[in-house]
């Protein structure tokens, strides 16, 4: 009695891991599947290089501040980004 409920215990464990384990395997499979499609047919567009001015920082400031330009620049984007978010909630 105790012989058949252990041995059926393993069989069902068995193949219960047995099914999870084709299912990971087909899901990977499966995705990296699709990922090489994507990768193959709509290839990734490259951005444009910044221009030097842009890309080298200057001496004189901290980078961790923003200039108040950026700032001001920077709260009118969030403020646009909040009324939208609020209008779109009601």
């Known amino acids: 009695m105790q012989d058949d409920l252990l041995s059926e215990g393993l069989t ?4 219960g891991m047995g099914f999870v384990f084709v299912f990971l395997t087909l899901l ?25 001015v842009q890309a080298q ?3 004189d400031t901290d980078l961790a501040t923003p200039s108040p330009m950026e700032d001001t620049t920077l709260m009118a984007v969030i403020g646009a980004a909040v009324h939208r978010h609020r209008k779109r909630r009601r």
Do not use: G, K, N
């Not at 069902?12 to 193949?15: A, E, R, S």
């Not at 047919?41 to 490259?46: K, S, T, V």
């Open 12 to 15: 069902l464990m068995t193949l």
């Open 28 to 52: 990977v499979l499966t995705t990296s599947l699709m990922s090489w499609i994507i990768r193959r047919y709509f290839p990734q567009l490259h951005p444009q290089p910044q221009s030097q």
């Open 57 to 59: 920082p200057r001496a």
